[in-house]
């Protein structure tokens, strides 16, 4: 009896109703519209003053909403208000405008429903709880009785009684059928602004962006912000052992720690900004680096830790590495950085570093004849000797870093190697550059 009650009278079915009223208050500019054409129609006279007229007013409004529904901010006003009045679950609904035409004619259903019903509960609400007071009170007014509306009226034996209990009938009855149309409006949202398929897939692609963005971020904050402290670490420990008897190492030490800091400081307030919605790229910021204005840097913060490293360039007819496609030139230099920094972590005895740009024959796919083309490709190796199990870093980043590096080269259709190769630990990295000459 309770669940029932609660059913009829709760806070769920109160909201409702109230999301039903809302529906007969959204219909009225269309009625009022309607019923002054109707009226043309029928020899200029007033639709309200006439039942059946107004009937035909509000059923040629119907009409005219679902046609103003197929356009505009509709779904996603109705979706709101169906989140906060029916208590239908967020993941069911449709997020944003209409894209297909499909979801479109869903969305005019919708529209016409809830006003359509809306529009008569309303009206029932407005008219039937007087008339049920007015019934349930009439044996003990007599006032009333006098009426045209009085015992009269009835012409049982259980006058006293048959008004009253018409009242109560007419109330339970608006009840009912508020908490009625409230409910199948609820079940029906889900069916009619529920995601389509092209809603769906446009979630997706952008949850697939935003993912992109995020791992964007977290592969620059880990280059930047990881290797940086990796080298600084190594190069205080590599100057910690020689205070005394090799200042000028302990000096070239801290004055590397100095310019990695500041480097990395103007790398972070650069992808920093990323996260700033809106904000401009800054005049001031620190620029991406690249293989062409860098590598000579970071070889020698890396030597300045303590490593040696040796290094071996390629860069092709060009002469250098500024003729390098920009975000390729990116793309290598973290590539670089990342495994300079898992040698100094992981690695024992000197880094060999080859960097070259090649330039490769393939036979092109898909056409006939299937004509060779030159590509141009920058490969990146670096080998070194594992260091023993008991002397290596205790691994904190869970192979974030080579994942990383594995993304930048997939970016732009290359591929990363990384493991033993002839007894040291070798990474290997091809990027392709486009076609070359013949």
């Known amino acids: 009896m309770r669940a029932a009650l609660g059913g009829l009278l709760g806070a769920r079915a109160r909201l409702r109703w109230v999301h039903l009223i809302l529906g007969g208050a959204l219909l009225m500019p269309y009625f009022f519209l309607t019923q002054v054409g109707v009226g043309m129609v029928a020899g200029g006279v007033n639709a309200l003053n006439s039942f059946p007229l107004a009937l035909a007013a509000y059923a040629a409004a119907l009409p005219l909403a679902a046609a103003t529904a197929a356009f505009g901010p509709v779904r996603p006003l109705s979706v709101t208000a169906v989140r906060a009045l029916c208590e239908v679950p967020g993941d069911r609904l449709a997020e944003g405008p209409a894209r297909s035409w499909a979801a479109r004619g869903r969305t005019s259903a919708w529209w016409t ?30 006032g009333l ?3 045209g509306l009085g015992l009269g009226w009835f012409s049982t034996d259980a006058q006293p009684y048959v008004a009253p209990l018409l009242g ?6 608006l009840t009912l059928c508020a908490a009625g149309a409230g409910a199948l409006l609820a079940r029906l949202a889900a069916v009619l602004l529920g995601p389509t398929a092209a809603d769906r897939l446009a979630a997706a692609e952008e949850r697939a962006a935003d993912l992109a963005v995020r791992n964007r971020l977290a592969r620059e904050l880990h280059d930047a912000v990881g290797h940086a402290l990796s080298a600084v670490t190594l190069q205080a420990v590599a100057a910690r052992r020689v205070l005394e008897r090799d200042p000028e190492f302990v000096r070239e030490a801290l004055a590397a720690i100095e310019d990695t800091t500041r480097r990395t400081v103007g790398e972070l307030d650069a992808v920093l900004g990323l996260l700033r919605d809106g904000d401009p790229a800054r005049p001031d910021a620190a620029p991406a680096p690249t293989l062409a204005a860098d590598l000579d840097g970071l070889l020698a913060r890396t030597r300045a830790a303590g490593a040696t490293v040796t290094a071996h360039q390629d860069p092709g007819p060009a002469g250098n590495w500024a003729q390098l496609p920009a ?21 024992a005895g000197p880094v060999e570093l080859r960097i070259r740009e ?4 393939r036979v092109q796919e898909g056409q006939r004849p299937r004509p060779e083309v030159v590509l141009r490709e920058l490969e990146i190796t670096m080998t070194n000797p594992p260091a023993p199990p008991d002397e290596r870093e205790p691994r904190t980043t869970g192979g974030r870093g080579l994942r990383g590096a594995a993304e930048r080269a997939a970016l732009l259709g290359g591929s990363i190697e990384a493991g033993p190769h002839e007894g040291r630990w070798r990474l290997r990295a091809v990027l392709p550059l486009g076609e070359g000459a013949r």
């Open 358 to 361: 090649q330039h490769v024959s």
């Open 113 to 142: 429903l809830h006003l359509g019903v809306g529009a008569l509960v309303s009206g029932l609400t407005l008219a039937v709880p007087p008339m049920g007071v007015v019934l349930i009170a009439l044996p003990f007014a007599s």
């Open 168 to 173: 109560i009938g007419l109330l339970a009855g």
């Open 145 to 147: 009785q006098e009426t």
């Open 327 to 347: 975000i390729a030139s990116r793309e290598a230099y973290r590539i670089v950085q990342e495994g300079l920094s898992n040698a100094l972590r992981h690695g």
